[in-house]
């Protein structure tokens, strides 16, 4: 049998097989004559050494030594792949008796032998003729390829799918981006525009101070400068000895002016000019004006909704945003459930309860629970984005969202509910100002800490193409003082 050390020695690098009339180069290696025959025609170098070899290589004398170690390295690999074929055919017989496997075992799942099947091992099972048990099984395997088919199909198409939404994920994200940049630009020219018409109120303010200031300085420096000339011409007048020639002098230069009037005090004639550089508000509370100026500009705004209630025990405020409980009873424990709803120009009232399960109790709008009490507003949600802002303050129960959907608060821990279905929420925050957000076309409601812009938590909505309402619910034992008020900017 040809080992693999030498077997390699006795190949040919051209055609990779063990030599046929096998010729040694003057470089000394060894390639099969018709191969380096037919390589040399076109290039002229041994093909491993790229040593230059002449044309005329049928004349190279053929080298009988590797021709019979070849001849024998064949008949080695010959002899090896007729006992592979032995062996092979020894593994279709029976391992235990060394009879033809022609029965199949259908209870252990493998081939027999026709003593197999009269042994112990195979007491009781069933066998069938292995053509019979293969024709059964390809069917089988053709019942399954079809099902693999059509599940192949199946994944494909969901595979099409998925990479149509990712295609259509990069196609909107530069589209978002633009329109990120577009109103960010919006805000920018805004402010932009405002920075410069402060500056240039700044710069028209400085002007005006200095102006006025310099005004006063030039009086000073003109009242300065004559004090400081007299005080020249008195030295020189105390300079001269002579009598008449002193008075002489000293009345010339004082022409007609009084020594008084002369040496008159003039400090008090005059005040400094302080400045008066200020921007009011915009000095010290810049950002807060610009935030407040911004809000007239930005659109869209949160939406405004008004409401009105139907209930005794509910009192909306006369601008018809907040909510007070008012209860006229003193029923303990007493809630009260406000759905905001738009009507189309006329209020309907509709038996509104609930069936929510909360911490393994229940609650609901029975006669031994207490009763339920709506409010209604002239808004109402139709099929696009909306978001609005509710003030909670410190009440420690609420919720809020829309008829199905809500976020809820028990002075302890949140919890969304979503098609009837309550989640706990791990969020630990309290936030003041609760800022709800809804999209038809993704069919999420999310809410957010509105003064900090902190997600809570995101609810997937049930929305069809109609209107939806938003919903209110508080609850108070007792004369309500901390309204829930919905936000308008």
């Not at 062996?87 to 496997?101: G, Q, R, S, T």
């Not at 022609?102 to 292995?130: N, V």
């Not at 302890?412 to 999209?439: H, M, V, W």
């Amino acid at each position: 049998m040809a080992s693999v050390s030498y077997s390699e020695d006795l190949t040919c690098a051209i055609c990779l097989s063990f030599f046929t009339d096998p010729v040694n180069l003057p470089c000394a290696h060894s390639f099969c004559r018709e191969c380096i025959t037919h390589f040399v025609s076109s290039q002229p170098h041994c093909p491993q050494c790229r040593e230059s070899v002449s044309q005329d290589v049928k004349c190279l004398p053929t080298s009988y030594l590797l021709s019979s170690l070849a001849e024998k390295a064949k008949e080695a690999e010959k002899i090896q792949t007729q006992r592979g074929q032995e062996k092979a055919e020894m593994a279709e017989l029976c391992p235990e008796h060394e009879e033809k496997l022609k029965l199949f075992c259908a209870t252990d799942q493998q081939l027999a032998c026709i003593i197999c099947r009269d042994s112990e091992k195979h007491a009781g099972h069933k066998f069938k003729p292995t053509k019979e048990a293969a024709h059964h099984l390809r069917q089988e395997l053709a019942n399954d390829m079809e099902k693999l088919l059509g599940n192949i199909l199946a994944i494909e198409n969901v595979a099409t799918t998925q990479r149509e939404e990712i295609t259509k994920t990069k196609e909107k994200s530069p589209q978002l981006t633009a329109q990120i940049c577009r109103q960010f630009e919006e805000m920018h020219q805004f402010l932009r525009k405002r920075e410069d018409e402060i500056k240039n109120e700044l710069k028209h303010k400085e002007e005006d101070a200095v102006e006025n200031m310099s005004k006063m300085l030039n009086s000073i420096e003109t009242a300065l400068s004559e004090s400081k000339e007299l005080q020249g011409k008195v030295t020189s007048v105390l300079k001269i000895e002579d009598s008449e020639r002193l008075l002489k002098s000293w009345f010339k230069e004082s022409s007609m002016m009084t020594q008084k009037d002369l040496f008159r005090p003039r400090l008090n004639d005059f005040t400094v000019v302080k400045s008066s550089l200020s921007l009011g508000p915009y000095e010290s509370h810049l950002q807060f004006f610009m935030w407040k100026e911004m809000l007239q500009v930005v659109q869209p705004r949160a939406d405004l909704l008004t409401l009105e209630s139907s209930s005794e025990d509910i009192t909306v405020s006369s601008d018809g945003r907040s909510l007070l409980c008012t209860p006229q009873s003193n029923q303990a424990q007493s809630a009260y459930s406000l759905q905001v709803q738009s009507m189309s120009g006329r209020r309907r009232r509709s038996a509104y309860g609930y069936n929510y399960e909360y911490d393994n109790s229940t609650y609901s709008s029975q006669h031994s629970q207490p009763t339920t009490h709506q409010a209604f507003s002239v808004d109402q949600f139709t099929p696009g984005q909306h978001y609005w802002e509710t003030e909670v303050g410190n009440r420690d129960y609420w919720e809020l969202g829309t008829n199905n959907d809500f976020l809820k608060y028990d002075g302890q821990k949140y919890a969304a509910s979503s098609q009837n279905k309550i989640t706990e929420l791990a969020f630990g925050g309290r936030p003041r100002k609760i800022g709800i957000y809804l999209d038809f076309l993704s069919q999420k409601l999310s809410f957010y800490d509105a003064d900090s812009m902190t997600h809570i938590h995101t609810v997937s909505s049930r929305l069809k193409n109609t209107t939806v309402s938003a919903h209110f619910a508080i609850k108070s034992t007792a004369q309500d003082c901390n309204p829930l008020t919905v936000c308008w900017y």
